[in-house]
């Protein structure tokens, strides 16, 4: 019985979020896909809306945390430059709540600085944690504790 406990405790505190970043040669753009859990969304609409809010059918709660996501995620070239991200939608899918994100791939990109706060203002436990592909090999970033920003290079410029 204990484990079982500890298996619903464990469901509850998860507070993790998985992202891509994804060089598209196909669409010479940088697409990015946010993976929240979706018990951990339903908790956050309540918090930062109200306790009413609803995540699973309510299409402008489901609009309002995508903004929010957004707004907590930014890519800047290795000269400092923000590249200006469009919201391009979002989903219920399973017990995920995905975010999609896109911006042109500048000409030359020799690196990014990325940061990635969404949650972590309401969790200071929660992980956010970026892979970074089609540029070179596969690089993981993990922001946690009081990491804000993190930088991957590229081997040869993009």
């Known amino acids: 019985m204990l484990l079982a406990l500890a ?3 464990h469901a509850h505190q998860i507070k993790a979020a998985i992202s891509t970043v994804l060089f598209n040669p196909r669409t010479e753009n940088i697409e990015i ?3 929240f859990n979706l ?6 609409v309540k918090t930062m809306f109200d306790k009413q809010s609803d995540i699973l059918k309510d ?3 489901q609009l309002r945390f995508a903004e929010y996501a957004a707004q907590r995620f930014s890519l800047r070239d290795s000269d400092n430059q923000s590249l200006v991200l469009k919201l ?5 899918e399973g017990k995920h709540f995905w975010v999609y994100q896109e911006t042109e791939q500048p000409p030359i990109l020799k690196g ?7 949650l ?3 969790w200071p436990q929660q ?3 970026i892979n970074v592909e089609g540029n070179g090999e596969l690089k993981t970033l993990e922001f946690r504790d009081n990491v804000e920003l993190l930088e991957v290079k590229f081997e040869r410029a993009h």
């Open 88 to 92: 391009v939608g979002f989903e219920v």
């Open 59 to 61: 299409k402008q709660t």
């Open 112 to 118: 990014l600085s990325i940061r990635h706060d969404a």
């Open 33 to 35: 896909m946010h993976r």
């Open 7 to 9: 298996g619903v405790a």
């Open 39 to 44: 018990h951990d969304a339903e908790h956050a």
């Open 127 to 129: 992980i956010n944690t």
């Open 120 to 122: 972590r203002d309401l």
